[in-house]
């Protein structure tokens, strides 16, 4: 078990880890990648376990192992009960696993970080925001408020390093709050009382205000609760453009056709396992994730996200080759050849 202190100092050793904003489009700098998708690592799961009880002992999550990339949107998905929270609590160091290891990557040093232990708030210091369920805004201040108050508990050299790290043509911390304000299309409603705003309103300020501090990696609760579907659609595109900016979103939601509509890449969880990974379009066709979470959905689904062309051509030449027995299996095991997907116990 790595200890706290241990934790915290090798990653201060390392001082600050490399913003968020910029990471995925530096070209100059010296990237690790991932050996599958050759994108650059923020964190990574490995083995992780969670055990409830002393006596009657629920295991909650039994050894689970996943990475998230820089500038990728991940769905954590599974029916009640599965492990979605739990697994969630973990990363973002609500809850200590009882089990496995947790990571982040410095892409200055190239070097992991075991952050297991470490707390959610100093989590937070390496650019790892949490955003509960529950919009945790200022309702009584207004939305440009939010933004100046928690730039003006930031030392000027924090502050100094996110604005440059932003948009280096920033002078004041006005013009930053201005410029997320705009950036999350909430700038006419800049003097608006919070308690004022819709849910998905607040939850683009909060997601506003995580930008003041260089998140590497936004970890949402259910952000999708409470929205409209208007509203769920203008938060897409605001996920999607953090994405663009080389942040990365893990999600948990019950709404599943929205975060397959959102994720680059889902992850299915069932009784504590990753029984599923892969993208949108593979995840639609695994069978348990239709029994359990599509249902109804199902039809709609697999004509929103159709095989790649690719794929489809691989299977027609498969069953030229196989027969008829080999292209009924491909279809309940869309592992096949692919890179990402990974399918087990269907
Ligand atoms: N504090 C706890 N004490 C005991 N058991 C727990 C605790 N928290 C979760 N569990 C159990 O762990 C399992 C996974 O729970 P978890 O909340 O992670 O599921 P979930 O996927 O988030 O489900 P839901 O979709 O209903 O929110 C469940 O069987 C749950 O009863
Ligand atoms: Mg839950």
Not at 100 to 107: E, H, Q
Not at 161 to 175: C, G
Not at 269 to 290: D, Y
Not at 293 to 313: G, H, R
Request: hydrophobic share 35%.
């Amino acid at each position: 078990m790595i200890e706290l202190s241990s934790d915290i100092g090798s990653a201060d050793k390392h001082k600050q880890f490399s913003s968020g904003f910029r990471e995925s489009s530096s070209s100059s700098r010296k990237a690790v990648t991932d050996r599958t998708s050759g994108q650059i690592p923020v964190i990574c799961a490995e083995n992780l376990v969670k055990t409830f009880g002393i006596f009657h002992k629920v295991n909650s999550v039994n050894g689970i192992s996943f990475q998230i990339n820089s500038g990728e949107i991940v769905g954590l998905l599974g029916g009640n009960g599965a492990g979605k929270s739990t697994t969630f609590d973990m990363l973002s160091g609500l809850t200590r696993p009882t089990g496995g290891k947790i990571s982040l990557f410095d892409s200055q040093t190239q070097a992991w970080i075991p952050i297991t232990n470490v707390p959610l708030y100093r989590r937070a210091l390496h650019g790892i925001c949490y955003l509960p369920q529950k919009p945790s805004v200022f309702a009584g201040l207004t939305t440009r408020q939010n933004l100046l108050g928690i730039m003006e508990i930031m030392s000027s050299r924090d502050l100094k390093k996110s604005m440059e790290a932003y948009d280096p043509s920033l002078q004041t911390r006005e013009d930053f709050c201005d410029s997320l304000l705009t950036l999350f299309d909430l700038y006419k409603r800049r003097d608006e009382k919070v308690s004022k705003l819709s849910g998905g309103e607040k939850r683009r300020l909060e997601i506003a205000r995580s930008f003041i501090r260089k998140p590497r990696l936004i970890l949402m609760d259910e952000p999708f609760a409470a929205v409209d579907i208007p509203g769920i659609d203008i938060c897409g595109q605001m996920f999607r453009k953090v994405r663009d900016m080389g942040v990365s979103i893990l999600i948990v939601d019950h709404r599943v056709d929205e975060i397959l509509k959102l994720c680059d890449r889902a992850i299915y969880l069932e009784n504590g396992i990753i029984h599923a990974e892969g993208k949108p379009w593979e995840i639609v066709r695994v069978p348990a994730v239709q029994r359990n979470l599509l249902l109804a959905l199902t039809e709609s689904l697999l004509k929103m996200f159709p095989e790649p062309e690719e794929k489809m051509n691989e299977k027609i030449q498969n069953e030229n080759f196989h027969g008829e027995n080999e292209s009924r299996f491909f279809q309940t095991r869309p592992t096949s050849t692919s890179t990402t997907v990974r399918v087990e116990e269907i």
